[in-house]
């Protein structure tokens, strides 16, 4: 086997693209939602649902993927506590990645807005047009999108200290021009 | 005139004007709005959004054997569009779209009806919405149910017609938006 100290290419690639789907997707969310009616406002809707889908895509692959090509193991000098909560972060944050595109797609049939992947290809809708499904749905997606932002935080945060303060390459096994770690 | 012929004229009218009404109330069917629904779907990149609108009235006169005398007239109270979603409504009141203050009735009267073969048939007429009247065809099949009848059909309508949305939307808003109709008839 190659470098196992290291994620492979392709894990690499889904873990910032998704990433970067996160961050755009989460930002324009959060931007379109209080705009008045206009076309721009139903493009952002339109983009925003399609940044979803995509996530949503990925991120099935991306299991697919871990399933098939375990991830690194962490540095054994890491404590116990850290190494369960690195495990236990991780897998709430790939069940956000599930969760928060399939309560948009709920909400979006609920509110009686279809989606339509790159304005071509409607994704069916699960459950019928309903106010009052749609409008939990809503609440629930925009709570489950802060819980993912705090998350990230908190992922982004412990990347930064294994790298600064751990100095441990742990950093290194998800960005391919730092070191990875040594064992 | 003695008081014998007013007398017998009067009653005489009566009974003209109590036939007459009696003949109106028969060929007249009243809408049951209950029972029915006019929607208008619009649609955004391919996203259809529908609409229904709540509150409208009106009668229609039909009989498949006597096609000259069928009469369709219905008013549509253009405030009652209802998207499902609270959050656009004030918009779509505005003047941009249906002006609801201006213009708070939309109608179609027919001014002939056409059989195009079975239960098909076309009602041309005049819609009148926003200000606007424009000479329309309807399309619409006819059946009865349960002692009703129940009038359906769909058509397109354009927008920009009716300067329904300003000129910023037709980027993102497509011109046809097809208006749905099931209006069922109290009998």
Known sequence: MRDATRYTPVAISLHWLIALLIFAGWGLGLYMADLPLSPAKLRYYSWHKWMGVTTFILVILRVGWLATHPAPSLPRAMPPWQTRTARVTHFVLYLLMFVIPLSGWLMSSAKGVPTVYFGVLPIPDLIAKDKAIGDLLAVVHRSLAYGLAALVGLHVAAAIKHQLMDRDGVMGRMIPFLAPPRN | ?187
């Open chain 2, 1 to 187: 005139m003695n008081a014998c012929v007013a007398g017998f004229l009067s009653r005489w009218s009566a009974v003209v004007l109590a036939a007459a009404t009696l003949a109106a109330v028969a060929a007249t069917s009243g809408v049951d709005a209950t029972r029915s629904r006019i929607t208008a779907t619009f649609r955004q990149m391919n996203v259809p959004v529908e609409g229904g609108f709540k509150i409208f009235r009106g009668t229609i006169d039909f009989d498949p054997g006597n096609l000259k005398a069928a009469r369709a007239r219905i008013e549509i109270d253009t405030a009652s569009f209802d998207l499902g979603a609270p959050e656009y409504e004030e918009e779509l009141h505005g003047k941009e779209w249906f002006d609801t203050p201006t213009y708070p009735k939309a109608s179609f009267v027919s001014s002939g009806v056409s059989s195009v073969g079975g239960n098909r048939f076309v009602a041309k007429g005049k819609f009148t919405l926003k200000g606007k009247t424009r000479e329309i065809k309807v399309p619409f099949t006819v059946r009865s149910e349960s002692g009703a009848r129940v009038f359906e059909g769909e058509l397109p309508v354009s927008r920009k017609a009716y300067a329904i949305g300003g000129a910023e939307w037709d980027d993102t808003l497509d011109d046809e938006v097809i208006v749905k109709f099931r209006i069922t008839t109290a009998h």
